[in-house]
């Protein structure tokens, strides 16, 4: 039987909010018809309009609250909902981490089918803004010279904004420089539909502990005018600046990087520490947004591995080694695995640059170099994997089944992926003892975790 939707399009309903979605639309539901409504909270009793509607669910827009949230909040941002960056600014930080923790015992339960696993309170942060050490922002013109922010929520016109809240301030106002520099020099910024112009994107990364900075130029070709008149001015203003770089890209894309990068000044590197761990990070390289929820992040990681000194550890997904790195100082040895070979090189640098030598790395996919080590021989006390948000490929979880660590520590950005892989891991014969969310993203609905899981068999 084919039921139509209980609601219609224009039709005003009145709703109350169950839940939130994980890209942080308030669920109401009618007759158990989900409606979907931006800004909606849990709790909260609202007119809403309906503005489009599927055979399974529909769209709402919240248009008078009739009973309020008491985590509601009015968003401190000015571009908030242009922007959609962030989706949890109207929601205080107390209610954004109790929704979180939610979020993961809801996809534990439902897709891990983990009932009764210890799921701690989220790990949020002490101060929830101007936290993430790297911003890249499109560039686009208006008389008078360019602008820089970010794209209306589900368009390519820029919005020029001065300040982003949850970006640290020393990246904001470099940005701000360089746009006027490069307007006074006359750059001009890439125009998508023709394919003309020079600027696309600038790159800024800030080392917290160090104060080091990089500014990337991202170019449409080769050519940047006035590059040396330009890098004399901003290098005079910003003296913590290390490295100037020019990263081209030639297609039309949304891909922010191309694939050629120069030097054009100072060092291809800035250095940056997590703990007593000191990291070179180079244009190119994945380096952990917000460094002191990072530290947060590995040091439980840590923890949850439980090292003595004696164990073999293999750090699959590695980057540029740092779960590595903090790992081989309370290991025997640590076998790392990535995909990226510029990312193995860093690690290895990394591994000399803290003389740290019970480390070593390979290129390669986790799924096919971790089953080659293990029909050589190697035995892994411990596997730590810390995936995309994809999660494990499956045929590393049988490996690692097959390989009776016993210990897994598994660092995950995505729950859903990390409910699914934990159930594979479960039903090979392991147990999930507790998992610690961490807020390393505070004002998004991103989440990451970190589980461990012991051998029970
Ligand atoms: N542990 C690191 C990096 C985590 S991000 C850190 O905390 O900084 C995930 C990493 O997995 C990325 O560096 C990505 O390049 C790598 N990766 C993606 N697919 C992979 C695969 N199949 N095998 C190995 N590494 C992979």
New binding site residues.
Partial sequence: MKMAPPVEKNEYIDAVFEDVTHDGAGVAKVNGYPIFVPYGLPGEEAKVKVIKVKKNYAFGRLVELYKESPYRQEAPCPVYKQCGGCQLQHVSYGGQLQIKEKQVRDVMARIGGLKDVTIHPVLGMEHPWLYRNKAQVPIGEREGGLVAGFYRQGTHDIIDIEACLIQVEENDVLIQRVKQICSKHGVRAYNEKLHKGTLRHVMVRYGQVTGDIMLVFITRSDELPNKQAMIKEITAAFPNIKSIVQNVNEKRTNVIFGEKTKLLWGSEYIYDYIGNVKFAISARS???VNPVQTKVLYEKALEYAKLTGEETVID?????G??SLFLAQKAKHVYG????PE?IEDANRNAELNGIKNVEFAVG???KVIPNWYEQGVQADVIVV???RKGC?ESLLETIIAMKPKRVVYVSCDPATLARDLRILEDGGFKTAEVQPVDMFPQTMHVENVAVLERSL
């Fill in positions: 994945f380096y952990q699959a997904y590695c980057g540029i740092t779960i695995v990535e995909i990226v990312a996919e986790a799924e810390d995936p995309p490929d």
